[in-house]
C-alpha cells in the first residue's frame, strides 16, 4: 500500500509540474512588431529585407508603414513582374 500511495504521489506531483510548466511556456507575452527599417525593397505582394530574404506582408497596416517611411521604396505591382524578382543590385 505505501508503494501505491508513493507511486501516485510521484504521479500527481509530474502531472502538476507538467501543466504548470507548459502553462507558463504558453503564457509568455509574444509581441511580434514589423520594422519598416529592415525593408530594402517594398511591393504590393511583400518585401524583400536588405539581407536579401523574401517576406509577404503580415498585415495591410505594414504596407501602409512602410510606404509612409521616408525612403521607402515601394512598386505598387508584384514582384515576379521584374526578372530580377524585384531585387535590384546597385553596382
Not at 59 to 69: A, C
Request: net charge negative.
Amino acid at each position: 500500500m505505501t508503494k501505491t500511495f508513493k507511486a501516485t504521489a510521484v504521479a500527481i506531483t509530474l502531472a502538476a509540474a507538467t501543466a504548470f510548466g507548459a502553462t507558463a511556456v504558453f503564457a509568455a507575452d509574444t509581441v511580434v512588431t514589423f520594422d519598416p527599417g529592415t525593408v530594402k525593397y517594398g511591393y504590393s505582394d511583400g518585401y524583400w529585407t536588405k539581407t536579401h530574404e523574401w517576406h509577404n506582408w503580415e498585415k495591410p497596416e505594414h504596407v501602409e508603414v512602410y510606404r509612409k517611411t521616408p525612403d521607402a521604396r515601394y512598386n505598387d505591382w508584384v514582384h515576379t513582374r521584374d526578372s530580377n524578382q524585384g531585387w535590384i543590385e546597385v553596382k
